[in-house]
């Protein structure tokens, strides 16, 4: 093999798993040295039971490994401990009791040994030198994830658990002082994908945190592609909700050059309530100019304010997705919907006709809702997903057969093709239809 071109050993060490590389680099100088850089997967994650931090800085600090490292996420998601037990005995109930309690024991035992880990490791927020050091020296670094929501841990029956949002430990002190040290590493490189999934909204409100994210936001100008799912606390008065919803506007308008832009709200307080947004105070008037996909959940906005938003990006826009999963556990439908408190969802998509004239596909996701509730006019729909984020087609699932869900896939057509608009389920109890609407999965 040392008288192969270079180029086809690449393709060898490509073709090889991490165990096959470390012994091919052993058989001569010559593949060691071109192997030293299949050494290391592209995708790091650092979690916190273990001493990630400090391995990725090790790494950040080799001449080669270095620039093996093209995403990064950090994992800080933590369990529930109360809840989380009594759900993974639920989710046993079945197995046989001697085996169960076998499971479960070998479960908590292995979460025990890493939480003593963890106990060992400086906490994320205490060393920001470290991390700012390392991000700055990773040249290929492209892609960044934060996540709270994904299990940290290699344990089957954890990682199911998981899965129920009660089971998350939330700590929403701690999670800002992450993202602060974080942001502030940001300001060295030029990310093109951003991603986080659970970002305290008062982080925006909080005058010394404004000014910190507005302070390094300005590196966020590189970025292609931005998913944010914010966590808005339980007890934000008008005038607070107002300055944090403000804040993150002004972020966002730091990053011009976005193509793909996803934003949500989690209200992990109350799941099934929608964060009401004004979008004229979020982006005033604001335009991403080259944006062509656009996902919007969980939200309650005008009729005209998310037109106004829509249209203004009508001539790039060519992927449109309202609503989606939301917080959900596995068994329950998508509750991640947008609700009109102003309007209909009739007049919106009417109103649209001609007036997106990119646009290639629409998924519509969760409870939407328009009009207030007694009121004739009142619209209240179920919508199953269709496809994924990525706009890959997924397995219909079946619903439970007390409710009627619809697919958006008439919308879409209505949207992209014209003609009369569509005869759409009412979400309820389900009754005798002989000539259900067209959608109805039932």
């Not at 002004?250 to 709200?265: E, Y």
Request: contains cysteine; aromatic residues 8%.
């Amino acid at each position: 093999m040392d008288t192969l071109p270079v180029e086809l050993v690449r393709l060898i060490f490509e073709c090889c798993d991490p165990a096959t590389v470390r012994a091919l680099r052993l058989a001569s100088g010559r593949l060691a040295d071109v192997g030293c850089e299949y050494l290391l997967p592209p995708h790091f994650t650092a979690v916190e039971w273990k001493d990630d931090m400090h391995r990725l800085h090790s790494i950040a600090s080799h001449d080669r490994l270095r620039r093996s490292v093209k995403s990064l996420v950090f994992n800080f998601s933590k369990i529930d401990e109360y809840n989380a037990r009594h759900a993974s005995f639920f989710q046993t109930y079945l197995q046989d009791p001697a085996q169960r309690t076998v499971t479960l024991q070998d479960a908590w035992i292995k979460y025990y040994e890493l939480e003593e880990q963890r106990s060992r490791v400086p906490q994320f927020h205490t060393r920001p030198n470290m991390v700012e050091e390392s991000l700055k020296q990773l040249p290929n670094l492209r892609s960044l994830e934060i996540t709270y929501t994904k299990c940290p841990y290699d344990i089957d029956i954890l990682r199911e658990v998981f899965m129920v949002r009660n089971c998350r430990k939330r700590d929403r002190s701690q999670a800002c002082k992450n993202m602060n040290v974080i942001v502030s590493a940001l300001r060295h490189i030029q990310l093109d994908s951003l991603k986080i999934d659970q970002l305290p909204l008062e982080i925006f409100r909080v005058a010394a945190d404004r000014r910190h994210w507005f302070d390094c936001a300005r590196s966020f100008a590189s970025l292609t592609k931005l998913d944010l799912v914010l966590d808005p606390p339980n007890n934000l008065f008008p005038t607070s909700r107002f300055r944090a919803v403000n804040g993150l506007g002004h972020v966002l308008q730091f990053s011009p050059n976005l193509t793909h832009l996803s934003l949500g709200f989690h209200t992990y307080h109350a799941p099934l309530e929608k964060f009401s947004v004004s979008f004229r105070h979020l982006l005033n008037d604001f335009t991403f100019k080259k944006l062509t996909d656009l996902k919007l959940e969980g939200i309650s906005c005008a009729e005209e304010d998310l037109r106004e938003l829509l249209v203004r990006h009508g001539k790039t826009l060519q992927r449109l997705r309202l609503g989606g999963r939301g917080l959900a556990k596995p068994h329950e439908l998508s509750i991640g919907g947008i609700h009109l408190h102003e309007g209909t969802w009739r007049s919106f998509f009417t109103s649209l006709r001609g007036q997106l004239p990119s646009l290639e596909r629409f998924h519509m996701e969760g409870d939407v809702e328009a009009g207030d509730i007694g009121t004739s006019s009142r619209e209240l729909y179920k919508f199953h997903a269709v496809t994924d984020d990525d706009w890959a087609e997924i397995a219909a699932c079946k619903p439970r057969p007390t409710l009627k869900t619809i697919d958006c896939l008439v919308l879409e057509k209505y949207l992209l093709h014209g003609g009369e608009y569509p005869r759409m389920a009412i979400a309820g109890p389900e009754t005798e239809d002989p000539e259900p609407p067209v959608g109805v999965d039932d």
